[in-house]
């Protein structure tokens, strides 16, 4: 039904932007009431939200985080992409995008995720 895609390069250096992309197929991230999320899992951690794009184009970032992070789409690509800026060595994770039926919650479908490893 609804698939999740994630792409983009899978090492960054220190201070530099990460950058992903998640294409959608199966439905479109325009379609009410969908929120299309971002959710990292460092090593030997739990996953940690980081934002979404709502269907409406609205978005929304976690507060620890919103200061380096953008999440913007292409509608007609449908596709939605993730930018972390100032990266760290801290920001290592398996990164996954996601779909929400309500927002921070509900998570009905998932990428298999993309690791991204910050290192010089």
């Known amino acids: 039904q609804v698939q999740l895609q994630e792409s983009g390069p899978g090492l960054v250096k220190p201070s530099q932007t990460l950058s992903l992309t998640c294409t959608v197929s199966?439905?479109?991230?325009?379609?009410?009431?969908?929120?299309w999320s971002w959710i990292r899992q460092p090593p030997g951690k739990g996953l940690e939200w980081i934002g979404y794009i709502a269907y409406s184009g609205s978005t929304y970032y976690s507060p620890s985080l919103k200061s380096r992070t953008s999440i913007s789409r292409d509608t007609s690509k449908n596709q939605f992409t993730l930018q972390l800026s100032s990266v760290t060595p801290e920001d290592t994770a398996v990164y996954y995008c996601?779909?929400?039926?309500?927002?921070?919650?509900?998570?009905?479908?998932w990428g298999q995720g993309t690791q991204v490893t910050v290192s010089s």
């Open positions: 199966g439905g479109s991230i325009t379609t009410n009431y969908y929120y």
């Open positions: 996601a779909r929400a039926r309500v927002p921070q919650a509900e998570y009905d479908y």
